[in-house]
């Protein structure tokens, strides 16, 4: 009786190691899921708010109290007519009009109100030439030179070319070209230092993600041996190549009319005309041609993120070797495995493009 009461409590104790093992491993491996997927969560969440968000807000603190006056001519742009009141237009209206920059129509700014909707719909005007071709992140719709054309028909002759104040706003209402200038000055200046914030996001997500790097650091200092770092190099995660989807869109060439007074000619509206180009934007980051827009994310990738069975999401793997027990019986290699996943909330609200919200987070299956 006693030998066997003895391999009775060796068998308790070698099946207690094996178990704490197994726990160890398991949240190692959740642990460096959770926080590998982390990464791309605040990433594509920044990104978001790069492209809607920022925009909005500045635009309107920075150009709102700004009136223009009309200039009393008939056959004006109903497009940004919409937006005038007693005669007077806000210099944001007027570039939000000309599809400059995106915003919710529907947003109250007041601080002690929320938007109106769980997702949050900025966009382009639907009403200017560049809304239409701009809810679809794709570089062709984006950099289609019909989505940067003027009102009027005319063009900078650089394609694509964003036209800040179309020859058809300036004959309407009274913006100097000095204004205009000092507009298109700061607009630079906007979008350049949303292009570095975007850029520098886009860096770190370089720098944590390739190679696995927090994954693997994660899964090693969770159990501290030196065999958990082999174990973890040799997992692939993500399962897809993330940064491949993820693109910068910019425009070469900014283009505006104002009322300028010329030698010989009355105060009239004066701009680049056609095949002349526009004022060219020099890149301030790398991977994009001219003065940073948006940032968009392949859908595909979000989806990758999202979807899968039998939990949605990336799976990870990890095969280790238990420890030796005291009966010197081979027990091969065991497996640990986790998903995480982007969870996109209720009703699918989070967005990077079109309607940027962020409402991405992570989710850990073990």
């Avoid at 920022?54 to 150009?63: Q, S, V």
């Avoid at 009141?85 to 919710?104: H, I």
Wanted: glycine share 6%; charged share 10%.
């Amino acid at each position: 009786m006693f030998p066997t009461l003895m391999l009775f409590v060796y068998l308790i104790y070698e099946t207690a190691k094996l178990s704490r093992e197994k726990i160890r491993h398991q949240f190692a491996i959740d642990s460096a899921a959770f926080v590998e997927m982390t990464n791309y969560s605040d990433f594509i969440n920044r990104t978001a708010y790069v492209n809607g968000a920022f925009p909005m807000r500045i635009f309107y603190e920075g150009f709102h109290s700004t009136q223009l006056t009309n200039m009393g001519k008939s056959n004006c742009d109903a497009a940004v007519n919409q937006y005038a009141t007693g005669g007077s237009l806000a210099l944001d209206d007027l570039l939000y009009a000309e599809g400059a920059f995106p915003r919710d129509p529907n947003y109250a700014y007041s601080d002690s109100e929320a938007p109106g909707s769980a997702s949050w719909k900025i966009a382009y005007d639907p009403a200017s030439v560049r809304g239409p071709n701009l809810n679809t992140p794709t570089p062709t719709n984006f950099d289609s030179s019909n989505a940067h054309t003027d009102q009027s028909g005319k063009n900078c002759g650089q394609t694509p070319c964003l036209t800040l104040i179309s020859e058809q706003t300036a004959n309407c209402w009274n913006i100097n070209w000095q204004d205009a200038t000092e507009v298109m000055n700061l607009y630079v200046q906007i979008y350049q230092l949303l292009g570095s914030v975007e850029s520098a996001q886009f860096s770190v997500l370089q720098r944590l993600a390739t190679g696995h790097q927090f994954f693997t650091k994660s899964y090693w200092l969770n159990l501290g041996t030196q065999e958990a770092l082999s174990e973890a190099q040799g997992v692939s995660f993500p399962p897809v190549n993330f940064m491949s989807g993820i693109q910068m869109h910019c425009v070469p060439a900014l283009f505006y009319y104002a009322n300028k007074l010329t030698p010989g000619n009355p105060y009239q509206p004066y701009g680049i005309f056609n095949n002349t180009p526009g004022t060219a934007m020099t890149s301030s980051i790398s991977g994009c041609d001219g003065l940073f827009q948006l940032a968009t994310v392949n859908p595909s990738m979000i989806q990758s993120a999202e979807q899968g069975s039998p939990y949605p999401g990336w799976q990870a793997s990890i095969t280790w070797t238990p420890p030796q027990n005291s009966f010197n019986i081979p027990l091969g290699t065991a497996k640990v495995h986790a998903t995480a996943s982007l969870w996109p909330g209720a009703n699918d609200e989070a967005s990077v493009w079109p309607d940027p919200t962020p409402h991405f987070q992570t989710r850990l299956y073990p």
